[in-house]
């Protein structure tokens, strides 16, 4: 069912018109002009067990939007807006905070403009919904963490999967045709009936029908690590005729795979989902050339003459002629299913800078205590009509520079709670509350929130590299001029690093394992593209034996 609220009798026919004829064989298209009825509708929809696939308002004042979410919460919610460059409009709060998913601005130039919108909408819906066809099956114990992982690395190569509790009936159904009892858990069943008990990552990624060995001994570029910056690289390095190998850990994605929703990247105004944006990057590496090894974990990297050589966990060995390095860093996460299933939607990572303005007039969270929650904090505070800081400890001179401490002192709306533990979260599409654990005082108390920003920090992926790839104190990779500063390095060239060029020349750093990165996916993307460039200066230099 797509349904419209449309204040204008002759807006709405127009428009569902234009709906039930690109849309109407598989949806039911209908809408109302009054909310009151709109409600009413919705309502009877509800009850009669119709599913609402997409909610199209011009209306964010009256309570049907928030009334058709509850009754609907799968429902994608589209906001009818008109045309209105103004950062007041009462779309852009509504898009940071999840109330609606899409905007459409009216009017539009032809319906093709609509009908995209639309299509975006539901395709996003259709994800979301329970697979026709299961390509998998797993059968798991109730709350098993192994099935978590098995999960995500299924919707990460999006392949359509069912999940069974292996003491459901469906569940014990699956086990005795596969000729099995519930000793070993978890069982992944394929398609064709092909059987896998306990699968590690590796078993999996094969059964899905990826590239897990390494059958290459040698090529022009090495990428390690498959986040932004190491896909991004191989889009550019293969497309630009390099022979490229993409060594990947897990599977491709990297933090950025993780997040439900990644709202600032160009392009996507609607925001898009980390593993889609991944996915199809990957899929582009490919078809450019690149060969991707997956669940293959980097070990070492050494210097062999011009060329560089690294090794892999299962013994075997890559000799490239230039070597990018994308590992990114492990994000510190609260890891609290609720509140990462909301990432996005009134969960943030990072982000307090972009979405600042859209907090106009909210009670806001920041959880860190580290310079980064602290600017944080500050930024907020200019926008939002309360900023709340939870802290661990008890104090945040141990963690935060003084001139932020007192800067934070002296703002009237920024509060800080020391000894505070964020433990839950609720909220089905939009962060609605958190629940946090009270150190000092003892208990838990709820409390509303539409805005959380978590900046905990994280640990870069570098203690893999010997000490000729130079690191700062937190463990990032030194680049480009900065190389010089460190004289004990050794930097043994007739020339300087290039920017991105780490203290072994021909190794190259990208992304967020680079010291003084901007943390964010557009970023890493710009260093993919850039290290590629400059490893083709690198190649022409060493080819020319200079
Ligand atoms: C929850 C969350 C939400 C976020 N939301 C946003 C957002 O909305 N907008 C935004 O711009 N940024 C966001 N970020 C930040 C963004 O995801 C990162 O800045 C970005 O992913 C960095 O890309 P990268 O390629 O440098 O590293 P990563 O994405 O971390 O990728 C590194 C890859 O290297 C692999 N690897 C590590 N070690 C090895 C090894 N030894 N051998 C082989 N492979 C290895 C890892 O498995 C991983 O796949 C978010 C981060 C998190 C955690």
């Not at 127009?14 to 909310?35: I, K, Y």
């Not at 509350?433 to 870069?460: H, K, N, Y």
């Not at 990779?477 to 043994?492: F, K, M, N, Q, S």
Request: proline content about 4%; glycine content about 8%; aromatic content about 6%.
């Amino acid at each position: 069912m797509l349904f419209v609220l449309d204040h204008e009798g002759r807006s709405l026919h127009a428009l569902l018109a234009s709906l039930a004829r690109r849309f109407g064989n598989d949806f039911t298209v209908t809408g109302e002009t009054a909310p009151r009825v709109a409600r009413d509708a919705l309502e009877t929809m509800a009850a009669a067990g119709e599913r609402v696939a997409l909610l199209l308002v011009d209306d964010l004042d009256s309570d049907v939007l928030d009334r058709a979410h509850r009754l609907h919460p799968s429902a994608k919610r589209m906001f009818l807006v008109d045309r209105d460059y103004r950062s007041q409009s009462p779309v852009v709060q509504a898009m940071a905070l999840g109330r609606v998913d899409y905007h459409v601005v009216r009017p539009w130039a032809d319906d093709e403009t609509l009908f995209r919108a639309v299509n975006e909408a539901l395709a996003s819906w259709i994800r979301g919904q329970e697979p026709r066809f299961e390509e998998f099956r797993i059968v798991a114990a109730e709350g098993d963490p192994r099935a978590l992982q098995l999960r995500e690395v299924m919707t990460r190569f999006s392949m359509p999967f069912g999940l069974y509790p292996s003491d459901s009936e469906a569940g014990r159904r699956l086990l005795r045709e596969a000729g099995l009892d519930a000793s070993r858990l978890p069982v992944v069943i394929r398609y064709d009936g092909e059987v896998s008990v306990d699968p590690s990552l590796t078993d999996l990624a094969r059964s899905i029908g990826v590239n897990v060995r390494n059958d290459l001994d040698s090529c022009d570029v090495a990428i390690v690590g498959a986040g932004p910056a190491g896909l991004t690289a191989a889009v550019y390095a293969a497309s630009e005729g390099l022979d490229t190998v993409l060594l990947e850990l897990a599977v491709s994605g990297g933090q950025a795979g993780t997040s439900p929703l990644i709202r600032n990247y160009p392009g996507f105004p609607h925001g898009i989902e980390g593993g889609l944006l991944m996915e199809r990057t990957c899929e582009q590496a490919w078809l450019m050339g690149a060969h991707i090894v997956f669940t293959q974990q980097a070990v070492a990297l050494e210097r062999s003459g011009d060329a560089r050589v690294v090794r892999l966990r299962d013994g075997t060995e890559v000799r490239a002629r230039a070597v990018v390095i994308a590992t990114g860093i492990e994000w510190r996460r609260l890891g609290i299913p609720r509140l990462e299933a909301l990432v996005g939607a009134g969960v943030f990572y990072g982000a307090a800078v972009s979405e600042a303005r859209a907090m106009r007039d909210q009670d806001v969270l920041v959880v860190g205590a580290g310079n980064s929650a602290g600017q944080a904090a500050l930024h907020l505070a200019r926008h939002a009509r309360t900023v709340t800081l939870l802290v661990r400890g008890d104090s945040l001179a141990t963690s935060m520079s003084s001139y932020l401490v007192t800067a934070i002192a002296s703002t009237p709306n920024i509060v800080v709670r020391h000894r505070t533990e964020v433990v839950d979260a609720a909220g089905d599409q939009a962060l609605q509350s958190i629940t946090v654990a009270d150190r000092a005082q003892g208990g838990v108390e709820v409390i509303p929130a539409q805005a959380l920003f978590v900046m905990i920090g994280g640990e870069p992926h570098t203690d893999w590299l010997s000490d000729q790839v130079a690191r700062d104190a937190q463990g990032y990779l030194i680049t480009g001029r900065a190389v010089l500063d460190h004289p004990e390095l050794g930097w043994d060239q007739d020339r300087e690093p290039s920017t991105l060029e780490t203290s072994m020349p021909g190794v190259f750093a990208v992304g967020d394992v680079r010291q003084d990165s901007i943390k964010r996916v557009a970023s890493a993307v710009g260093d993919g593209a850039t290290a590629v460039r400059l490893v083709h200066e690198h190649l022409r230099a060493v080819g020319s034996g200079r």
